[in-house]
């Protein structure tokens, strides 16, 4: 065991370490991502840190800010927390800038010298190089974490029962009201039904067949996780479903808001595209269909991609109400990110008696260039929840099943609606909050149509082909592989087809150049109009 009593001195850290045992665990990129850490200036939980490296998943995994999404929820204010495989510390910043204090556990020197820089600058911290199973404390904690780190006792636990030992040597560092957090692959996720790799086999269909009946790397399905924390004594547990994992995080819901809203966490599951971290793969079927099947039968909770778990040995734990003071105080049932703009935004949905409000607010500051933006700005106004399914999905219900009259019946009713509902004095041009009203969110219900989730203030103009360009570069990507059978080659020509039903004269190229003005002011980087076009075709 390698123990890190961090001090703080004057412009540099000093580390004491004793020698005890570690672990063999490499993914192999280490080093690189120390020489990162060492260079970044900015090491904030909410901060991306060499985002241009992000097309390299491992670094993505270690350096982005989505790591954090998966807790970010929860509230640490004064807690001491262990968490055991602390790997490069993407998410022991986070409980680091939160927590009164932190004791990150790590099992190899090379990791551990990657979670030194990514915490250099932050003195109420431990660091301790160790096998989990060979720590020895008298100290009890708040809060014990695995954060992709259950799944491995498999392999670096010496036991005959090797997750229920992981288990309950994780119990045994807690309080007698302390919390265990697990965030964990779904042995049963839809992605991997829909044939992408298991996350630590690189093989398809290898978990949901069972895995071999070894002692390996080895996920569970919700039920399985649960029966095994009561087993070892941790039988209050929340159940919190991420999407599309636990790894990069997007969307957090309670498993409560999952079970009395289905339709929409199935819309929501299905709206993060499932990544194979292994090759690329394409999914065997359409998952934003199958969610929405599995969601009437009642079953979507059982196939989230992971889960968080948030187990405590007693029901009323102080530890557990302090952890979840903004989903119980604030009554907010999901949270959702967004990722890669200048400014990001944390989408709540709070209960409101048996309905739920959407509040948006930024994720930490409001951008400073709000008033100096020439294209859009954004701005929050809560709306009702709609429980029912999105446009978007009827469209590629329609397209799947090769139903070319209601595809092509739907998309004229709905952009007519679009135009009368939107219609100004000026036949060209549209009122301005019609940038939003795309069918992602739009819903149609009993011959009408809703729209919801306005939240961009437009700055400009916007004509009828240009809103007919940015609906189909923007919401009907995913129905490229279905134009084909209905006479259209690419998105362009289904564009230049809606532009000459309506008596449009369609302009590409100007279109391209102001979607690329609009990407750059929110996101605070280029899409090429070489590469929307691309996009068309």
Known sequence: MIYFNLLIIPKFLLFISSVCASIKYKDGRENEVADILKKASNLASTTDIAPEKYDQFLLKYHLSSIRSNAIRHLNFKGLDVLELGAGMGACSRFIAENAAHLTALEGTEERMNSLRERLRDLNNWDGIVSNYQDFKTDKKYDVVCFFGVFEYAGLYID?????????????????????????????????????????????????????????????????????????????????????????????VMTDEFVQNRPIVAANIMSNYPFEDYYRKTKEKFQTKLSSVSLAKSGLIGEFSNSYLFISSPIRDSKVKKSLLKFVEDGKVSSFLYTHGRKNNIVTKFIKNNNDYIVHKEWLTTEPKDQDKRSFVKNKFVDTPLYDDLDLKYLFLNYAYYGKKKEYMSLLFKYVKFIFDEYKTNDDSILKKEVFDALPNNAIFKNDQFFLLDEKHEVLFDITKEFFLFHLVLNDFKELKPFLKSFGFKTLKDLYKYLCRKFGIKPKIKRCAKLESSIYKELFGKSWEIKNILADLN
């Open 159 to 251: 036991s005959v029962n090797p997750f229920e030992h992981a288990l309950n040597l994780a119990k045994s560092f807690l309080k007698e009201d302390g919390v265990l957090l697990i965030t964990i692959e779904n042995k049963n996720g839809l992605k991997y039904f829909a044939g992408l790799s298991e996350d630590h086999h690189p093989l398809p269909y290898y978990g949901i067949c069972g895995y071999p009946e070894t002692n390996d790397t080895k996920t569970f399905s919700k039920k399985e996780m649960v029966d095994m924390l009561k087993k070892c004594g941790l039988s209050f547990t929340d159940i919190h479903h991420l999407a599309p994992d636990y790894k990069l995080t997007k969307a």
